[in-house]
């Protein structure tokens, strides 16, 4: 028996007999030196969590308790948290997370596309067995309850279910664009079009697919073998296997959108430096779009054991103080100005600096008397008494990294 799909929380038989498969190994060359040691999931977000942490949350909370984790480049940092901080699930109940690194089990090569990565893999799909197979990117950052998603699979008998979410046409072409008919069944698919196709009575805006994919086991197990030996295709899930499906079978859009509103959910893709830059600023309104204090949907992670963070107030009268920023464990904020910026974990801010609209990623320390301005301070990064950052770009190119829209990348080898 299925819940309705406007139940809010969907937790029943669908998703107990779905196996996720979370696609965490490409290299996220897009975010430059931030993937320069680690792979683009394990990047910090949000104070304390890691990227992989909203996928992996999303299925547990969904009830999906069989997931993989399919690793490539730079995977330590990745295979180290998910170890640490998701290793709860009980084994003797079918459940558990657990990473798989690329091992050739197909010959010689590693990883070839998104694909490649599952068809190396069957073979754990065949010692499960389940009903639906859901395929996740590890890189975005989201909430979603999977369970209405894999309802409307079955309601709409398709054989591939894609997740979609609105995004102007001006931006869709960084995306595979869909054009789907009024039952939302999928007519033409283009990865990473020129000219991206607008959604239908709406020439402002476009269905950008989230790089999620819900199949039915065995039709994932035949379509994958037969892509393997087509000398044609580069193996991938949005290159080659979404697109030719389309006119040979039942492919379907599902809107990602509130299960009670049907608005729009919040769905980013932080795929580079500004992205990353901007989302986790977001964080520091009022009342941002992606609500981490809901208790109803708690992203879990591993978290080191800090203690609360501190405000110090200095002997020769500076305040340490944060103003609508975002400060996690760990921090010491000494006689210094934080505002509209937010610290990840073990932060130590010395007396007479200021930071404005700044992202500080764990284990950082800054010294006395610098000025900060939008700037993204990678991990263990050790900034010297005095130093200025992000009030002259030009000089700022010389040391460090300046993306597109000016945000200055800082990272322990630039100093």
Known sequence: MMIPRKSGRFVSRLTRSTMA??????????????????????????????????????CVNSGIRQVYVLTQYKAHTLIQHVNRGWGYLRGEFGEFIQIVPAQQQMGEHWYEGTADSVYQNLSLIREHMPEH???????????????????????????ITV????????????????????????????????????????PDISLASMGIYVFNREFLIDILNEDAFDPDSSHDFGKDIIPGSVEKFRVFAYPFNDVRTQAQSYWRDVGTIDAFFQANLELVHVNPELNLYDVEWPIWTYQEQAAPAKFVLDGDGHTGQAINSMVSGGCIVAGASVNQSLLCSDVHIEVGSSLQRTVVLPHVRIGRDCRITRAIIDEYTEIPDGTVIGEDIEADRKKYAVSEQGVVLVCPDML
Do not use: C, W
């Open 21 to 58: 498969i979370i696609m965490a190994g490409g290299r996220g060359s897009r975010l430059g030196e931030l993937t320069a040691t680690r792979a683009k999931p394990a990047a910090p977000f949000a104070g304390k969590y890691r990227i992989i942490d909203f996928p992996l949350s999303n």
């Open 133 to 159: 197979v859901i395929i996740l990117a590890g890189d975005h950052i989201y909430k979603m309850d999977y369970g209405p998603m894999i309802a409307f699979h079955l309601d709409k008998k398709a054989d």
């Open 163 to 202: 997740g979609v979410v609105q995004v102007p046409v001006e931006d869709a072409s960084g995306f595979g664009v869909m054009t789907v008919d009024n039952e939302d069944r999928v007519i033409r698919f283009d990865e990473k079009p020129e000219k991206p196709q607008h959604k239908p009575g709406n």
